[in-house]
């Protein structure tokens, strides 16, 4: 693993404050809004079928997913190009972008509040299904801050790059949040919703009780003849 970025400025990688969530990024300085926080970079695939086919992660479908899951990974918003920083497999330098975590797994986003905020957002754009105008990425911003999110993605035009940005002023020590988004999540809420259906399942049938004799029939049925 080579890390080199030529963006960052006193970041650390350290135990992230999410449970289980491994490692994370977090800010050694105080940082401004709208500055350039650190890159993401890696090895570059054409899409994520190309990515699939490496096999770099096929690992991931042990957690008992239905497909491999690119945890590393970011589309190119231009040239729609997969970079992956997976720091184990990456042949390529890699940024500290894939070291930043998402504040909002999956168990969250199963919340009904989430699935209300995320209606409630989408209604309020201009053509209420996607952003189509500048107050829509506005909008867009404030919300993804109010979930807890500190950083942004920003494609470099013809370059194989990507830039984090910061939503807001950060605070040295905070951890740095990204979105990952709904569909990066998808495998791993389909699992957990199978789990609980099972778990119910479980739950249900052991409520089911074996009838027990009562004194009177139990002596009856073993009393000698």
Same mark, same amino acid.
């Given at each position: 693993?080579?890390?080199?970025?030529?963006?960052?400025?006193?970041?650390?990688?350290?135990?992230?404050?999410?449970?289980?969530?491994?490692?994370?990024?977090?800010?050694?300085?105080?940082?401004?809004?709208?500055?350039?926080?650190?890159? %993401?970079?890696?090895?570059?695939?054409?899409?994520?079928?190309?990515?699939?086919?490496?096999?770099?992660?096929? %690992?991931?479908?042990?957690?008992?997913?239905?497909?491999?899951?690119?945890?590393?990974?970011?589309?190119?918003?231009?040239?729609?190009?997969?970079? #992956?920083?997976?720091?184990?497999?990456?042949?390529?330098?890699?940024?500290?972008?894939?070291?930043?975590? #998402?504040?909002?797994?999956?168990?969250?986003?199963?919340?009904?509040?989430?699935?209300?905020?995320?209606?409630?957002?989408?209604?309020? *754009? #201009?053509?209420?299904?996607?952003?189509?105008?500048?107050?829509?990425?506005?909008?867009?911003?404030?919300?993804?801050?109010?979930?807890?999110?500190?950083?942004?993605?920003?494609?470099?035009?013809?370059? #194989?790059?990507?830039?984090?940005?910061?939503?807001?002023?950060?605070?040295?020590?905070?951890?740095?949040?990204?979105?990952?988004?709904?569909?990066?999540?998808?495998?791993?809420?389909?699992?957990?919703?199978?789990?609980?259906?099972?778990?119910?399942?479980?739950?249900?049938?052991?409520?089911?009780?074996?009838?027990?004799?009562?004194?009177?029939? *139990?002596?009856?049925? *073993?009393?000698?003849?």
């Amino acid at each position: 693993m080579r890390i080199i970025d030529e963006v960052e400025r006193y970041l650390f990688i350290s135990a992230s404050t999410i449970q289980g969530a491994g490692a994370g990024l977090f800010a050694g300085n105080n940082i401004q809004k709208g500055r350039p926080v650190c890159e %993401y970079k890696g090895d570059i695939f054409e899409d994520y079928e190309d990515l699939e086919k490496s096999g770099r992660y096929n %690992y991931t479908l042990q957690m008992g997913i239905e497909k491999t899951s690119p945890v590393y990974s970011i589309t190119h918003e231009h040239t729609g190009k997969v970079i #992956d920083s997976h720091p184990a497999f990456s042949k390529e330098a890699i940024g500290l972008g894939g070291f930043i975590n #998402d504040s909002l797994g999956p168990r969250l986003r199963m919340k009904q509040d989430y699935v209300d905020s995320v209606k409630e957002l989408t209604l309020s *754009f #201009d053509n209420q299904s996607s952003v189509t105008s500048l107050t829509d990425i506005d909008k867009t911003k404030d919300w993804k801050i109010k979930m807890g999110f500190n950083v942004t993605a920003y494609s470099v035009p013809n370059e #194989d790059k990507i830039i984090m940005m910061s939503l807001r002023d950060i605070k040295g020590g905070e951890e740095i949040f990204f979105d990952y988004g709904d569909n990066y999540w998808l495998p791993y809420i389909k699992l957990i919703a199978k789990q609980n259906q099972m778990k119910n399942k479980q739950e249900e049938e052991g409520k089911k009780t074996v009838p027990v004799m009562n004194k009177e029939d *139990f002596d009856k049925a *073993f009393a000698k003849e």
